[in-house]
């Protein structure tokens, strides 16, 4: 069965330093999502991509995050200059007809 | 502006009972709603899909209901078992003002099974 799958497991970086979460997500689904999750709370939506544009973003995706869907399967998440409060638990999702959820990478920035 | 509410946060049952999750909606103008299943430290596990044409899912000993016009579904699992201790989080499909697909989730419920 088709799944999506997320690399790095855990990423630990120090403060400031530019991080690039990388998902694959199932290859003819049409919509892909980033969520994040803090620990102990709930999951937050970031970003949602359609077509290789934006379709949706948060109040919490700035200018310091952005998405690239660079070679027809890999779809990645960049956040430019880390902050503490970035450490969380980021999710990638794909959808056709239900969303399905990638294992996540737990990033800790120190 | 959507929102996804549900209740209860948290729920903790002797082994056996059946028992029922709530989540709500604002906007009705859903297309789809989802059941996931969370496991501490680990991703969303799908459970169930309902279409805004269905009423009900069921997958085993879980069923899933929606009322599209009063902003309701809920997801009702029978004969509860320790495994099935989880948090269960509900996600409705809507529109953006752009006609793309948003998706908005609630909170979570919190569940505990007690052998």
């Known amino acids: 069965e088709p799944e999506v799958t997320q690399t790095p497991s855990h990423q630990v970086t120090q403060m400031g330093q530019e991080v690039i979460l990388r998902c694959v997500p199932i290859s003819n689904h049409l919509y892909f999502y980033w969520y994040r999750q803090i620990l102990g709370q709930k999951v937050e939506f970031l970003v949602s991509f359609y077509n290789n544009e934006i379709s949706e973003k948060s109040e919490i995706f700035d200018d310091q995050f952005s998405v690239e869907r660079p070679d027809g399967s890999n779809f990645t998440l960049k956040i430019r200059s880390t902050k503490l409060e970035d450490s969380a638990m980021y999710f990638c999702a794909s959808y056709l007809y239900e969303q399905y959820f990638g294992p996540g990478t737990r990033l800790t920035v120190t | 502006k959507q929102e996804v509410t549900q209740i209860p946060a948290a729920l903790s049952v002797p082994e056996g009972e059946n028992l029922v999750l709530n989540c709500s909606f604002t906007d009705s103008a859903i297309y789809n709603l989802q059941w996931f299943r969370q496991d501490p430290g680990k991703g969303l596990t799908s459970l169930l899909l309902i279409q805004s044409s269905q009423r009900e899912q069921t997958s085993g000993r879980l069923n899933a209901s929606l009322d599209k016009s009063s902003g309701r579904s809920t997801l009702y699992i029978a004969a509860s078992q320790p495994g099935d201790s989880a948090t269960y989080l509900c996600?409705?499909?809507?529109?953006?003002?752009?006609?793309?697909?948003?998706?908005?989730f609630g909170i979570g419920t919190k569940l505990q099974v007690i052998p």
């Open positions: 996600a409705v499909f809507h529109r953006n003002s752009g006609g793309y697909q948003k998706v908005t």
